[in-house]
């Protein structure tokens, strides 16, 4: 009995020991396997999604590996590799808590109780919601939802202001954008409200862009940020810098020009407001 | 709570699961589950008996149809057949009835006959396996009797499976309940959904998940001790031997 005991009591320290003794931080993590992971997304054009040739790419991605990554590569003194894994609106802070991802890198929006779970760089991207619509839909905007059926996507804040803003509209709220999408090709739903970047990208990639609208005014403020582990600060400034030094160096302006320029995977032209507010969140050197 | 478990570095707070809206979507989430759940199961059972019965009868047509229901149905994902009764059936019925029901839960009534037909299939399967337990000698002694073969099924045949397919049945019934989680995909707002909305609400998203783990487990054990129950009352003294079940 003794002997079991203790034989327990061993395997059970064993086991505690073989589980790092202190967490280690992020940088940490990085310098030991020279690994940068981040979880992003593969059907958010043109942020992160895997492209006609098969390739994982995007702006979000862009802006890791062409900026971010630099900065910690830099700092560490030896070269930082990136690696991509899925993530989902509903798997993206669980991903960051278990350690499995360092940085969420793809569409998600900076918010106060997400600010309670995770830290986030500076906004690298701003955009509202507004409502995708068949033409000729009567739908111009949240004004005029009521009673209406409207798809939203689950994990969006914008499915919160409408259930605040227009009780009476039906919601239907669908966990990924092709099931959204194909409700509204169907009539299941009125309209689907999103982004307004990310509805320009179904837009691009729908067979017939010509049959669908974008309409009404930004009824949501949505600036996107990159999150990881909260109290990192080293990670934090690190990842900050490197998007700063891109945006300073006119970096950030050629890639936002690549993914969504006229030629770009889906145009949606930067404003002179959110260009100057991009400059403004450079902090001076 | 602020917690650091084995390296995992994330502040629990459980309150998130019973303030604001979370308890009544929670609530609402448990509710649309077992009604979607529960009717999916009766629609599954008398398909499950029926099909099930029609494999086993000596007539080839009907053992025919039956095979290719049961192979058709079971073989092909349960996320497919969401999709199909919700984006691939609508556009098949008049203009006047689709529109009623995308105004009246289109979406629940498509994860109903998903589940339940899907489970039908399945159900088939344990049915069957069920009235192939039963000797040949039993059916051959209820034509002896005079009974016609309609009704040394009903009388006699099924009956009689139905008791020996409790446990399989219920390991099939517990699948259904999983699987209602697959309609969140077609917007049915059931329990694996709403934990996910109040991951949206508060950022805490292994709160939700722990509670949705935690009720899935509940609500599959308690089925799970109701057949339990329901076995031993409508047990055959003297059928099979049976083990441990006093």
């Known amino acids: 009995?003794?002997?079991?005991?203790?034989?327990?009591?061993?395997?059970?320290?064993?086991?505690?020991?073989?589980?790092?003794?202190?967490?280690?931080?992020?940088?940490?993590?990085?310098?030991?396997?020279?690994?940068?992971?981040?979880?992003?997304?593969t059907g958010s054009p043109p942020f992160a999604f895997v492209n006609k040739q098969n390739e994982w790419v995007g702006f979000s991605i862009d802006l890791v590996e062409q900026a971010i990554a630099p900065a910690i590569s830099k700092k560490l003194g030896k070269p930082v590799k990136v690696e991509k894994k899925e993530s989902t609106p509903a798997t993206r802070i669980p991903l960051l808590a278990s350690n499995a991802v360092d940085l969420i890198a793809g569409t998600m929006t900076d918010t106060r109780p997400r600010r309670e779970s995770v830290d986030f760089t500076l906004t690298f991207f701003v955009t509202g919601a507004q409502f995708l619509v068949k033409k000729g839909s009567p739908i111009k905007g949240i004004q005029n939802i009521a009673g209406k059926r409207i798809a939203a996507q689950q994990g969006s804040?914008?499915?919160?202001?409408?259930?605040?803003?227009?009780?009476?509209?039906?919601?239907?709220?669908?966990?990924?954008?092709?099931?959204?999408?194909?409700?509204?090709?169907q009539g299941q739903v009125d309209a689907y409200t999103n982004d307004g970047v990310q509805l320009a990208g179904l837009i691009a990639k729908a067979p017939n862009p010509a049959d669908w609208h974008i309409v009404g005014d930004f009824y949501s403020y949505e600036p996107y940020g990159m999150a990881m582990r909260k109290n990192e600060s080293d990670f934090r400034n690190l990842a900050n810098n490197g998007l700063m030094e891109a945006i300073?160096?006119?970096?950030?302006?050629?890639?936002?020009?690549?993914?969504?320029?006229?030629?770009?995977?889906?145009?949606?032209?930067?404003?002179?407001?959110?260009?100057?507010?991009?400059?403004?969140?450079?902090?001076?050197? | 709570m602020r917690g650091r478990w084995r390296g995992v570095k994330y502040d629990f707070d459980w309150s998130v699961l019973w303030s604001g809206e979370s308890g009544g979507w929670l609530l609402q989430g448990i509710l649309t589950t077992l009604e979607i759940s529960a009717l999916a199961w009766l629609l599954a059972v008398a398909l499950g008996i029926l099909s099930g019965a029609m494999r086993t009868v000596p007539f080839a047509p009907l053992r025919a149809i039956a095979t290719f229901y049961v192979e058709f149905f079971r073989n092909v994902p349960i996320l497919?057949?969401?999709?199909?009764?919700?984006?691939?059936?609508?556009?098949?019925?008049?203009?006047?009835?689709?529109?009623?029901?995308?105004?009246?839960?289109?979406?629940?009534?498509?994860?109903?006959?998903?589940?339940?037909?899907?489970?039908?299939?399945?159900?088939?399967e344990v049915i069957r396996s069920g009235i192939q337990s039963i000797p040949k000698t039993q059916f051959?002694?209820?034509?002896?009797?005079?009974?016609?073969?309609?009704?040394?099924?009903?009388?006699?045949?099924?009956?009689?499976?139905?008791?020996?397919?409790?446990?399989?049945?219920?390991?099939?019934?517990?699948?259904?309940?999983?699987?209602?989680?697959?309609a969140l995909t077609i917007s049915v707002a059931e329990l694996t959904f709403q934990t996910r909305q109040i991951e949206t609400y508060t950022a805490k998203a292994i709160e939700a998940l722990t509670a949705g783990t935690l009720i899935y487990l509940v609500l599959c054990v308690s089925i799970?001790?109701?057949?339990?129950?329901?076995?031993?009352?409508?047990?055959?003294?003297?059928?099979?031997?049976?083990?441990?079940?006093?």
């Open chain 1, 1 to 41: 009995m003794k002997r079991m005991l203790a034989g327990l009591l061993s395997l059970a320290m064993v086991l505690s020991l073989s589980a790092p003794a202190f967490a280690e931080t992020t940088l940490e993590k990085i310098n030991r396997t020279g690994v940068l992971t981040i979880g992003t997304r």
């Open chain 1, 157 to 185: 804040t914008n499915e919160r202001i409408i259930r605040e803003r227009v009780p009476t509209a039906q919601l239907r709220v669908f966990p990924d954008q092709p099931g959204a999408f194909q409700a509204l090709a």
């Open chain 1, 248 to 285: 300073e160096s006119g970096k950030y302006f050629e890639l936002y020009d690549k993914w969504f320029g006229p030629k770009g995977e889906v145009p949606y032209p930067l404003t002179t407001e959110n260009k100057r507010f991009m400059e403004l969140q450079v902090v001076p050197k």
């Open chain 2, 80 to 124: 497919v057949w969401m999709f199909f009764w919700y984006f691939g059936v609508p556009p098949l019925l008049p203009h006047a009835i689709r529109d009623w029901l995308f105004n009246h839960g289109a979406e629940f009534w498509a994860g109903m006959f998903a589940l339940g037909v899907y489970h039908g299939a399945r159900m088939s």
């Open chain 2, 140 to 182: 051959e002694a209820s034509m002896a009797m005079g009974l016609t073969v309609w009704q040394a099924y009903w009388l006699v045949i099924v009956p009689v499976a139905l008791r020996l397919i409790v446990p399989p049945a219920t390991n099939e019934s517990l699948n259904l309940l999983k699987n209602s989680s697959v």
């Open chain 2, 224 to 246: 799970a001790i109701i057949m339990a129950r329901i076995e031993r009352r409508f047990a055959i003294p003297g059928l099979i031997a049976r083990v441990g079940a006093g």
